[in-house]
C-alpha cells in the first residue's frame, strides 16, 4: 500500500501566510514521501527568476539519504544538505523545479524536520532572510568526492575568483575537475579554470563547478570566496579585549597591557588603543607604550581588537591613568651594564643586559640602534627587528625611570646579522626563460640533472619593464628583431606564453603529470611551483632587466614617485602573483608564492648597457635610491604576512661600471646578495662585435701575467672591488660560466691559441649565438679541443690546433679552485649563468666544492 505525507502545505496556503518572506526570496520547498523514495518540488512565486538556491533539513538518528536524482547530497550526521543539478539551479518567476525535482533514497522512511532553503523557511513562514550575499558558495560530498557551486547573485559579471577552505589534519584534496588546487598544510586554494572564472550576473559556475576527490571523507571548514564567508554571512568581529591595565607609567608615558580579544570568525590581527577618541597606538601583541603625554595629566584609555578584514571589536573597558609630576624625582637610574647578544638571525639581534637600579623605579629600558631608537622595552631582554643580513650593527640601552630620567648609555656591542643560508654557502643558479625552445631545457631539468637540490637560490631571468607606462611588464612577444644591435630590440617584448600560458607535458613536468591547458598557471611558473613543492627550502626569485631589459631603468628610476610606481607594480605583479590574463591564464593571485624576493639586473647604470640604453649623470644616487624603495616595500609588505623577501642584484666587475652607477657601501644596506659578474671579461659576440680579433680567457680567477690588456679582469680583482668599499664579504658571491666564450681562425703563437690572434667568433650552438655554447654541448660538439688548465690564472680552455677554435670556460677544475679560494675568502657562495649548459657534471662539482 502506498503512503503519501504531504510534509508541508500547499504553495498558495504559503503565500497567503507569509508574503513577506515570498518578496524576499521567491522560493517555497514541498517534500513528499512514497515508501523509502523522497522528493522536493521547489516553487519560485517571485517575479524575477532565482539562480542558486539548496536545501539543508535534519532526519532522525541513523537515517541516511542517498542516490540522488537532479541533484547531490552530503550528510553530516543528522544534517543534509541538497544541492540541485545545473539544469535546475535557475528557476523562472513563477516556475518549479518539475519534471526535474530532485529525489533521493531513505535508508529507512522519515519525515525531514528543520527544513530550509536558502536560509528561509522551506514553508515560507518564519522572517524573511536578508537578501543574498553578492557571491556564495555552496559545498556538496559524497564519499570523498566534493564540489563546489559559486553563484553570483548580484547584477553584474563577476571576472575572477577563488575559494579558500580548510581541511582536518591529514586529508588532501586532489585531482581537480573544472579547477586547479593549492594545498599548503591544511589550507586549500581552488581556482577556477579560465572557462568559469567569470560569472554571468546572477548566473553560477554549474556545469563546470570545480571539483576534486579527498583522501578521506570531510566537510571543508572556515570556506571563504573572495575573502568572504561562503555561505554570504557575515563576518563576526572579535569579543572585546578584557583587563585593560597599565603595568608602569612615568611623566610622559603610559605602559598599557590587557588580555587578548577572542577572535570572530577572522583571526585577530591589531589592537588600535584609543586615548579618549583620538588613536595612540597600533600594536600586534598585547601590550602597547603610549608616548608624547603630558606630565601630571589624567587620560583615559580603551583598546579595541581588529581582524584580518579590519573588522573592529567592542571597545574595552575604560582605565584612567595619571601621569607622574617630574618635580617628584629628579635622580636617574645607573647604567644598564653587560649589555650582550643572546641570538641572531638574518633579520634580527636578540639582546641581554643587567637591570638597573633607581631610587623611585625602573620604568622601561630604550634600545638603540647606532643612534636610532629601535624599541623600548619593560624586562631587561629585547629582540631588535628588521635589519639586514650580513650587516654588522652597534646597539646600546639606555634605562628611564618613572619620572622619565634616562640613564647614561650602556657600553656599545656590536653584532653583525647572519646571512640568508646560515653556516652554508649560496648555490645561485640562473634559468633562463627562453631555455624550453632551442635548449629544451625545461624546470623538469633541474629536477633530473640534481642540480635543484644542490641549489639554494633560483632566480628566474627575465621580466621587462613597460615602455610607456613605466612598470613591470610582462609581454607576449618575444621581441621586435633577433639584431642584438637594435636599440629598440626589448621595447614591449617578452613571453608569457613561455611563463605561465604554455601547457607542459608529463614529460616537461617536474612531478610527472601534464597540464591540461585549463589551469589559470601553466608554463615554467607552474613548474617552479612544483619545484618548489619538492624543494621546500629552495628561494626563487624574478630577476628584472638583463642585457635586452635593462633600457628603461634610468627612467624608473629617475624620480621619488617613479621609483614607487615601478616598485609597487613589480610587487604586486610578482610577488603577489596579480600576473595579468593571458591566453586564459593568470589573473589575481595566480602566481602567489612563487617568487620570494627580486633580482635587479640593470645593466648598466651610469655605464654602456644594450645599444638604446637610456643613460643619466644621476643614475648612480637613483640606482641606489631604486634599491633603498625596493627594501622599502618590501619589507612593509612582510611586515603583513611574516616573510622576509629577498633581494638581490647582478653586479659589475668592471670597476669603471661600479664608479659610475654602484654606491657600494650604501647600496649594502639594502641588498641581501651581490652576484658579481665572474665571467665575459673577454669574447667575441655573434656579430663580431667586442673582441674578434684576439682570444682571452672569459672567467680568470686571477690576473694572468700574459694578459695584453691595459686593464686586467678577473674574479679576484672585481671582488677586492667591494671588499675594500667595505661590502661584508657575506654579501658576495661570485659568477660562474656553465657555457664557454669561443674564436675561430687561431693561430698558436707557441701559447696554444691563449691571447693570440683571431678571426671572429666560433660556430655557437645556436645559429644567432655565434662565440657561445653552452659547456655540455661544447665538450660533445667541438672535436678534437684539447683542454688546457692555466695554473697561475685559474682559467680552462680549449683549441683545436693552429689556425682552428679556440674556446674558454669554467670546467670541474676551475670551479673547484674557484669554490676553494671563496672560501678561504669567507664569500657567501657562487653564481651561476645559467643552468642549461650543463647536464650535472659542473654544479656536482660546485656542490663538492662548497662542502
Known sequence: MRRTAVFL??????????????????????????GTQGKFVVTNSGSTAVTGWSIQFDLPAGVTASNPQNATISQS?????????????????????????????????????????????CDGTGDPPPPPAPLTATFTGSGTQGKFVVNNNSDTALNGWSIVFE?????????A?????????????????????????????????????????AEPASCRVNDVRCDGSADTPPGAPSNLRATAKTTKTAMLAWD???????????????????????????????????????YTFTVKAKDRKGNPSPASGALTVTTNDPADDTQPPTVPAGLRSTAKDATSVSLAWTASTDNKGVAAYDVYTGNDLATTVTSTTAKVTGLSPSTEYTFMVRARDLYDNVSAASDPVKVSTADIVGNGYARVGYFVQWGIYGRQYFVRNLETTGAAAKLTHLNYAFANIDPVNLTCLNGVTKGTTSNPQDPSQGDGAGDADADYGRPMSAAQSVDGVGDTGWENLRGNYNQLRKLKAKHPDLKVLISIGGWTYSKYFSDVAATDASRKKFVSSCIDMYIKGNLPVYNSAGGPGSAAGIFDGIDLDWEWPGAEGHAGNHVSPNDKANNTALIAEFRRQLDALGATTGKYYLLSAFTPADPAKIASGWDLPQVAKYLDVFNIQ????????????????????????????DDPYSFHFSVENAVNAYLQAGVNPRKLTIGLAFYGRGWQGVTDGGKGGEWQQANGAAPGQFQEEAGTRGYSNLVASVPNCTVSHDEQAVATSCYTGNGGQWWSFDDAWSIGRKAAWLRSKGLLGAMIWEMSGDTGTLMGALDAGLK
Open 9 to 34: 502545505v500547499t504553495l498558495l496556503l504559503m503565500s497567503a501566510l507569509a508574503v513577506p518572506a515570498r518578496a524576499a526570496t521567491g522560493l517555497t520547498a514541498v517534500f513528499t514521501l512514497t
Open 77 to 121: 550526521g543528522t544534517k543534509v544538505r541538497l544541492t540541485p543539478a545545473y539544469y535546475i539551479n535557475t528557476i523562472r518567476a513563477g516556475g518549479t523545479t518539475e519534471p526535474y525535482s530532485p529525489s533521493f533514497t531513505l535508508s529507512a522512511a522519515a519525515q525531514p524536520a528543520n527544513c530550509t532553503i536558502n536560509g528561509a523557511n
Open 167 to 175: 581541511l582536518p589534519a591529514g586529508v588532501t584534496a586532489s585531482n
Open 177 to 217: 575537475q573544472n579547477g586547479t588546487l593549492n594545498q599548503s598544510g591544511r589550507q586549500v586554494t581552488l581556482t577556477p579554470a579560465f572557462y568559469n572564472t567569470t560569472i554571468a550576473a546572477h548566473g553560477s559556475t554549474e556545469p563546470y563547478s570545480p571539483s576534486f576527490t579527498l583522501s578521506a571523507a
Open 260 to 298: 587578548a580579544a577572542t577572535p570572530g570568525s577572522l583571526p585577530v590581527t591589531t589592537y588600535e588603543v584609543y586615548n579618549g577618541s583620538a588613536l595612540a597606538a597600533t600594536v600586534t601583541g598585547t601590550s602597547a607604550t603610549i608616548t608624547g603625554l603630558t606630565p601630571k595629566t589624567t
Open 678 to 705: 665572474g665571467y665575459d671579461f673577454h669574447g667575441s659576440g655573434s656579430d663580431n662585435s667586442w673582441e674578434p680579433n684576439r682570444t682571452g680567457h672569459q672567467g680568470n680567477l686571477y690576473t694572468d701575467v
